[in-house]
């Protein structure tokens, strides 16, 4: 398989926008795995991205290993901790909390997990991750005991990302968190995709193809899409 990495990169260079679908190992059953991963293949998600926020020990490993049965596309993990990793997947987002001050997500997780990344082929990709106010708490913010980023203090955000850039990071990832109220704004990405040279995320709160077309036209390279299809699986439609 080619870099995900790279194929991000040429992605952009050829003007070509990237979905991937989030799926919590707490809140899909295996048993319908294979039917949703079915619409994912009709749909343009071009990335499954495998994470959450709390997940029991050996649940993610599963998960993978059974949407691995039934699509080609690029299995990303996107841990919320260190018992989410799993050689099962191809590629790691490394995230660092950057708009948070805990220690434990700018590093101390990190750390904890070296002895198992060390004997992995898991494709890592250094994260910047921003968690972005979006009027309500997330379990983001109740777990790793950080305040998100006021959505209206655009400069503190670009500020933030490009310090994650300078640092050495290969994505930035603005989030909403899950079930958000208001996605990362139009503003707040444009404003930030023109002041990086690395590849911008953009998640949380997404719920329609107007939403997903506005956070694209705003410079999104990736937009995640979680909550939407778990409450609403036709959504893939729209997508087709």
Do not use: C
């Amino acid at each position: 398989m080619k870099s995900i990495y790279q194929n991000i990169l040429d992605s952009i260079s050829e003007k070509k926008k990237l979905l991937a679908v989030l799926i919590d190992p707490d809140k899909i059953k295996l048993n319908d795995i294979s039917s949703f991963i079915e619409k994912v293949n009709k749909s343009k998600v071009t990335h499954v991205f495998v994470g959450g926020s709390s997940v029991i020990e050996s649940a993610t490993e599963k998960l993978v290993t059974e949407i691995r049965r039934f699509t080609s596309l690029p299995i990303v993990l996107f841990p919320g901790d260190v018992n989410q990793l799993t050689d099962r997947a191809d590629g790691l987002l490394f995230l660092s909390l950057i708009s948070g001050r805990n220690p434990d997500y700018l590093i101390g997780k990190h750390i904890e997990s070296v002895s198992k990344l060390r004997k992995t082929h898991l494709e890592i990709i250094p994260t910047g991750y921003l968690l972005i106010e979006n009027g309500k708490e997330t379990s983001v913010q109740r777990i790793t005991e950080t305040i998100p980023m006021s959505r209206h203090n655009i400069q503190a955000i670009s500020d933030t990302a490009k310090a994650g850039e300078l640092l050495g990071m290969k994505l930035i990832y603005l989030e909403a968190g899950s079930g958000a109220l208001h996605p990362v704004s139009t503003e707040i990405i444009s404003t930030v995709k023109q002041d990086l040279n690395i590849p911008l995320i953009i998640g949380g709160g997404i719920r329609s193809k107007a939403q997903l077309d506005k956070a694209f036209k705003s410079g999104a390279d990736i937009v995640v899409i979680g909550t939407a299809f778990e409450e609403d699986v036709s959504f893939f439609n729209e997508l087709v």
